[in-house]
Nanobody, 118 residues
């Protein structure tokens, strides 16, 4: 199983970016998909998660600005980021809690860089 994330880049404060991530391989089901980020010198933190049934949770710092969306048919997840702030800068990782060949995995993408300039 592999997660491929893309869509990061450099944007000015107030701008928008959309991150995408797709899972590939022998996947039976995906329980949840999420985005995490790690800012320079800080620990990795949860940004947004969507579990089965459409339950969604966001970090307080991104509520009202970011939107997570899953495409179950494509085993994919996106993160629409609006009104970006310099403090949103970091490496963004997609994450999936999934079942492959009767085994549960927590899989991570390779990370995509987001830089927000002031």
């Amino acid at each position: 199983v592999q997660l491929q994330a893309y869509g990061g880049g450099l944007v000015q404060a107030g701008g928008s970016l959309k991150l995408s991530c797709a899972a590939s391989g022998s996947i039976s089901s995906i329980n949840a998909m999420a985005w995490y980020r790690q800012a320079p010198g800080k620990e990795r933190e949860l940004v947004a998660v969507e579990t089965g049934g459409g339950n969604i949770n966001y970090a307080d710092s991104v509520k009202g600005r970011f939107t997570i969306s899953r495409d179950n048919a494509k085993n994919a997840v996106t993160l629409q980021m609006n009104s970006l702030k310099p403090e949103d800068t970091g490496v963004y990782y997609c994450n999936a809690d999934l079942i492959s060949r009767n085994t549960r995995y927590i899989s991570w993408g390779q990370g995509t860089h987001v830089t927000v300039s002031s």
